[in-house]
């Protein structure tokens, strides 16, 4: 059967989807740190265990499976927290609470980020984030004041435990509008593939390395610079790289198939590429119209 790879690397990503999908609907927190350790500790075990094993049959697809298992069981409570940012957005329009930023004196230390820092136009002075009422702007409040942490108590008893469907239908159109820009970024990555006979192989190393950029610049901006800015920015690169990776997979995918390759660990590990590919690409895709 000459398609008998594209058979078993649909079929893999198709139930590593679904797999993935059916744990992020279960867990939407962490009850504790140690959960989520054991979560990222487990992810990577089982995803090298998954490349090791990929030419053992049926083995490489119960380690896929598992590891898909554990992604799925990560991915749920951050899709749940970009989802309480929506609502609490919302929630603060309904009762007439705006933000904005303000430039202060102060003596104590902020946290401020390193990017406000080397770009403000003045030494003394620090920017803010403040909070006030659209019925009088001349009295703001800071995000860890009493008053914001009455907001947020309200927020949980009235939003968050009911469910509203007027604050969840936004974020469930958010989460659909996400799913369908993902679902044509694969189809349209498919098609150019089987339309061109181009080598996309030169992709590999390029991609790689600006991955890793990436990687960095996001590990620098959560713990030092903190800026959102640098989130969006990393966003829309994150979007680019992995619609290029979904490119250069299906080629890789095209080319072992030319090649006559039927093998289990060709499967798995196009399978799992293309896979990670979808589920990156989702994540950046979400994280970005979520603001």
């Not at 090649?259 to 990156?280: H, P, R």
Request: glycine content about 6%; overall charge positive; hydrophobic content about 45%.
């Amino acid at each position: 059967m000459e398609d008998i790879l594209l058979v078993r690397t649909f079929t893999i990503i198709g139930g590593l989807l679904v797999i993935t999908t059916i744990f992020s609907k279960i867990n939407k927190a962490y009850e504790t740190s140690a959960e989520a350790w054991i979560t990222i500790i487990g992810g990577f075990l089982f995803f090298f265990l998954t490349y090791i094993y990929a030419n053992q049959y049926p083995i490489n697809l119960i380690y896929a499976g598992i590891f898909s298992a554990f992604l799925g069981w990560d991915l749920g409570p951050g899709i749940a927290f970009l989802g309480e940012k929506i609502k609490f957005r919302q929630y603060l329009k309904k009762i007439g609470v705006n933000s904005k930023f303000i430039y202060e004196k102060s003596t104590k230390k902020t946290h401020e980020s390193l990017a406000d820092k080397y770009f403000r136009k003045h030494e003394d002075l620090t920017k803010k984030l403040v909070f006030y009422y659209e019925k009088d702007s001349s009295i703001t409040f800071a995000g860890d004041s009493k008053e914001m942490l009455e907001i947020h108590k309200q927020f949980k008893k009235k939003v968050t435990q009911k469910d509203i469907d007027s604050y969840s239908e936004k974020w469930r159109n958010i989460v659909f509008q996400a799913l369908i820009a993902t679902t044509l970024s694969v189809f349209l990555t498919l098609l150019v593939v089987y339309i061109t006979d181009y080598d996309f192989g030169f992709l590999g190393i390029f991609l790689f390395i600006s991955l890793f950029s990436v990687i960095i610049i996001e590990l620098l901006n959560y713990f030092i610079f903190k800026s959102t800015s640098f989130r969006k920015i990393t966003a829309c690169v994150g979007i680019i790289i992995f619609t290029l990776y979904l490119v250069y997979d299906f080629n890789r995918l095209e080319k072992a198939v030319a090649q006559g390759d039927e093998s289990w660990g060709t499967a798995v590990k196009i399978a799992m590429a293309l896979y990670l590919d979808i589920i990156n690409l989702f994540a950046y895709i979400l994280e970005l119209l979520s603001g």
